[in-house]
């Protein structure tokens, strides 16, 4: 996951892309964000400004899929609901 993500920021590819992580509560138990609003990628998850612009930290562990803006699945884990 990190690989994945780091390969998207070192091309400048973020802005292309969006990524569905497992958020408890939320419509379907999914939160889909723009990659573009990614702020750090560490060891075990990511950090991104949500639209209120509060950073929220992420463990990969919730990362659901992550796909390029045309519909593309560049990744995807079968994760139960």
Partial sequence: MR??????KW???L???MLIYVSRGS???EEVIDLSRLTAISRDGFTY???DGRETYIPYHRVVEIRRKDGVVIFRRNVPH
């Fill in 15 to 17: 802005d292309n892309h």
């Fill in 49 to 51: 400004v949500g639209k």
């Fill in 27 to 29: 419509p379907n138990n």
């Fill in 3 to 8: 690989d994945i993500l780091n390969k998207l």
């Fill in 11 to 13: 091309t400048n590819q």
